[in-house]
């Protein structure tokens, strides 16, 4: 029973790395776009909220707090309640952490 838990144990760390290093390699293109809605002054409030989503998602594999953390700063200049929102998930995800 041991033996196939750490089979077990051994494939979802190898699944998980592999992911961190996919989500790692999209963040050129997620810095690009965040990038481009600063630069743009950008104010579309459901193309931020999405590449916001997908920042929370990879907070699960500890990736893109940098990310994450420039995009909501960006954010909060004219939203800073939808802003604050994203914020307290992130915090409270990394509580649970």
């Known amino acids: 029973m041991d033996m196939i838990f750490?089979?077990?144990?051994d494939?979802?760390?190898?699944v998980s790395e592999s992911?961190?290093?996919?989500m790692k390699r999209n963040l050129k293109t997620i810095d690009s776009e965040i990038e481009i809605i600063i630069n743009a002054e950008e104010k579309n409030i459901n193309?931020?909220?999405?590449?916001?989503?997908?920042?929370?998602?990879?907070?699960?594999?500890?990736v893109g707090?940098?990310?994450?953390?420039?995009?909501?700063?960006y954010y909060a200049t004219?939203?800073?309640?939808?802003?604050?929102?994203?914020?307290?998930?992130?915090?409270?995800f990394l509580k649970e952490e």
Not at 6 to 9: G, K, P, Q, T, W
Not at 47 to 62: F, P, R, V
Not at 85 to 90: L, P, S, T
């Open 19 to 22: 992911l961190r290093t996919e």
């Open 65 to 73: 707090k940098k990310q994450f953390n420039k995009l909501t700063d």
């Open 78 to 92: 004219f939203n800073k309640e939808n802003a604050g929102f994203y914020k307290k998930e992130y915090d409270e």
């Open 11 to 14: 494939k979802i760390k190898k």
């Open 6 to 9: 750490s089979e077990f144990a």
């Open 47 to 62: 193309y931020i909220e999405k590449i916001l989503d997908i920042l929370l998602d990879y907070a699960h594999l500890s």
